[in-house]
């Protein structure tokens, strides 16, 4: 089970912080990825990391200005947005992946929660 959480309506520039709660079960040795899914597009990798949080990976779009991190004792995994884009508008979702690090392309993760909405306007 996973609950990702934070999603609302931010002005371009603004910020937002995403949350995602996971079964202890299901990710305290496994790394933990964030996608997103605009409308009319695929679904693409924004930001993983480890089950240590030590080792993170980002989509280039997402580098210096998202920040992925993790509280293993909590279960939760996080992704701080800072100067959010009209382009950043989409449903994120947090997802577990099978091995112990975070990779990139969604057929690594076999679980994945709801979504939570973005909406940056312009």
């Known amino acids: 089970q996973l609950q990702a959480s934070g999603g609302g309506v931010v002005q371009a520039g603004g910020s937002l912080r995403l949350s995602c709660t996971a079964s202890?079960?299901?990710?305290?040795?496994?790394?933990m990825g964030w996608f997103r899914q605009a409308p009319g597009k695929e679904r693409e990798f924004v930001a993983a990391?480890?089950?240590?949080?030590?080792?993170?990976n980002y989509a280039e779009f997402a580098k210096g200005r998202f920040t992925i991190s993790r509280d293993s004792r909590k279960s939760t995994v996080s992704l701080q947005m800072n100067i959010l884009k009209p382009e950043d508008t989409a449903v994120y979702y947090c997802?577990?992946?099978?091995?112990?690090?975070?990779?990139?392309?969604?057929?690594?993760?076999?679980?994945w929660g709801h979504g939570t909405l973005v909406t940056v306007s312009s």
């Open positions: 202890r079960r299901t990710s305290s040795n496994n790394g």
């Open positions: 990391i480890d089950w240590k949080g030590i080792i993170t």
């Open positions: 997802a577990t992946s099978r091995s112990s690090v975070g990779g990139s392309s969604a057929r690594d993760y076999p679980y």
